[in-house]
């Protein structure tokens, strides 16, 4: 296969991944966040 | 929220939630590369050359890139008017998109040419030119937007951006035809064209990119939904836990 092909095919899926990873990743954050939330809102509920 | 806008949000709420557009992006995405490799033809312009395969996801990108930018458009247009947040949301998911799906064009699009025009880039081929511009204008639009960090000034601002800016798409597509192109040819509509890409081949890239952008929209645009979401409770939590004491 012409390597020029496969260069630019391989760009194109390497974005594709790269954004899925970018979204996971803020999809981790929030999960942290609503934790810290929720940790908040528990310690307040015991004073 | 009228009842008109209301109606509106839901029903691209239903389409964005639907698992639907995931199994049909696999679907025509598997067919796509199947059809590009085993029966695609790669003689164009003259050139019988491997490297013309990648017209086929070339061309779906820069037109489902051209789609995304419309789409921030007309979010930026309904977020100015109405104030809702979704519109807002639904544009900045899309501009990312765009702004992914124009840069992806552009890569392409310069191995591309590598080959058909023997150059990765030339300053005076008018849509080239011109699509680095919008590419330019989405960054900008993109880090505008992430400096406010959600505060609703700075969204009112990259909004009025997104407005201004998207002048620079149409101009960018119809560059071929209101300017003389050194290098592209304005294709569609032309009978002097002599690309031959296989058209029933191309479709089928551009359904599955079209569906790739519908699923990657859907799930930024519920990212975005579950950080307001969060920080909605973060601020209500932070309210209730300091209350002022009362005075005796």
Redesign the interface.
């Known amino acids: 296969m012409d390597y020029l092909l496969l260069f630019a095919y391989g760009a194109v899926f390497g974005a594709l991944v790269v954004y899925v990873f970018y979204l996971r990743n803020r999809l981790s954050e929030l999960e942290q966040r609503l934790e810290d939330v929720t940790a908040e809102r528990e310690s307040s509920g015991q004073d | 929220m009228g009842s008109y806008e209301k109606r509106t949000i839901g029903l691209l709420r239903r389409i964005l939630r639907s698992s639907v557009h995931g199994y049909l992006t696999l679907l025509f995405g598997l067919a796509s590369l199947g059809l590009v490799f085993g029966y695609a033809s790669d003689s164009m312009y003259g050139v019988s ?3 013309n ?2 017209a086929y ?2 061309v779906p ?1 820069a037109l489902v890139g051209g789609l995304a930018l419309t789409v921030t458009f007309l979010g930026c247009v309904c977020y100015l008017v109405t104030g809702t947040r979704f519109w807002e949301q639904l544009a900045h998911g899309s501009a990312e998109l765009g702004f ?1 799906f124009a ?2 064009t552009l ?2 699009g310069s ?2 040419g ?2 058909i025009w023997n150059t990765w880039w030339n300053w005076s081929d008018i849509r080239l030119v011109t699509f680095l511009f919008v590419w330019f204008i989405y960054a900008g639009y993109l880090i505008i937007y992430s400096s406010g960090g959600g505060a609703g000034r700075v969204s009112r601002l990259a909004s009025v951006y997104g407005v201004i800016g998207f002048i620079t798409v149409p101009i960018s597509y119809a560059s071929t035809r209101l300017w003389t192109a050194r290098l592209h040819a304005p294709s569609v509509g032309n009978p002097d064209a002599e690309a031959a890409i296989t058209a029933s081949v191309l479709f089928v890239s551009l359904v599955a990119v079209l569906f ?1 952008y519908l699923s ?1 929209l859907a ?2 645009v519920r ?1 975005h939904e ?2 307001t979401r ?1 920080d909605s ?2 601020k209500r ?2 309210t ?2 300091y209350k002022p004491t009362e005075e005796y």
């Open positions: 050359h491997g490297v395969l990648i996801w070339h990108l992914v840069t992806l890569v392409t191995a591309w590598r080959v790739l990657l799930a930024r990212l579950l950080t969060v409770l973060k939590s932070r209730e836990t």
